[in-house]
């Protein structure tokens, strides 16, 4: 499976639990195609660069999954006649990218772990 990173704008017009409602069908989809869901960071009601659909603000969704490359097809095909959605954009992330998105994950990042520095002996040379 590979992992993905999805950023959608929604309509402002949605209150929270809309939206909400919008990103639970969004997950649904990813799910019942064989995905799991990693992250999913709300950014809020955003001001756009330019106008989409008449609007001029949206509210921003990112979302970190992992999925088989059907999965992705499917998505776009939903994405497509999804009423609440303004724009949306998926990447494909590389192994770089999803250590940095995902650092505590064991797939996606290194299993060691750096040590702490010892903060206490380095102090002691100093006075």
Do not use: C
Request: glycine share 4%; hydrophobic share 40%; no cysteine.
């Amino acid at each position: 499976m590979n992992f993905y990173e999805n950023l959608i704008i929604l309509d402002p017009k949605l209150d929270s639990k809309a939206a909400e409602e919008a990103v639970e069908r969004i997950k649904d989809v990813v799910t019942k195609k064989g995905g799991e869901v990693l992250k999913t960071e709300n950014w809020g009601r955003k001001k756009l660069a330019y106008e989409l659909k008449k609007r001029k603000e949206g509210i921003y969704v990112l979302l970190l999954f992992k999925a088989p490359s059907h999965a992705i097809v499917e998505l776009e095909r939903f994405y497509k006649v999804f009423e609440p959605l303004i724009k949306f954009l998926i990447i494909k992330l590389k192994k770089k990218q999803i250590e940095a998105a995902l650092p505590a994950a064991p797939e996606a990042g290194s299993s060691k772990t750096p040590a702490p520095a010892p903060l206490a002996e380095e102090n002691k040379d100093v006075q």
